[in-house]
């Protein structure tokens, strides 16, 4: 295949390893942000697994979802501050 089209391939093909790149960066900084939630500390290859056959954007919520179990006592144990209470009526 000459002219153009060879172009226009080379380039969509440069965009399309220039995303791929982009999405194992996205996988890799989800599985970190899993482990410091307390989570898939020793067995992180699940994570890979959803986040390369399901997406990035699957992986992303199922961080989100998680509970902090990676969370400090002592800030569970913090007295509250009353500004953050609701005022009453």
Request: charged letters at 15%; proline letters at 8%; aromatic letters at 12%.
């Amino acid at each position: 295949m000459y002219g153009p089209a060879a172009g226009i391939m080379g380039f969509l093909f440069f965009i399309l390893i220039i995303a791929f790149f982009i999405s194992l960066l996205a996988i890799s900084l989800l599985v970190n942000a899993a482990k410091e939630k307390g989570f898939h500390r020793n067995d992180a290859g699940v994570l890979w697994v959803i986040g390369i056959f399901a997406s990035p954007i699957v992986l992303g919520l199922y961080t989100a979802s998680l509970p902090d179990r990676g969370a400090p006592a002592a800030t569970a144990a913090a007295p509250e501050d009353p500004r953050d209470e609701l005022p009453a009526i």
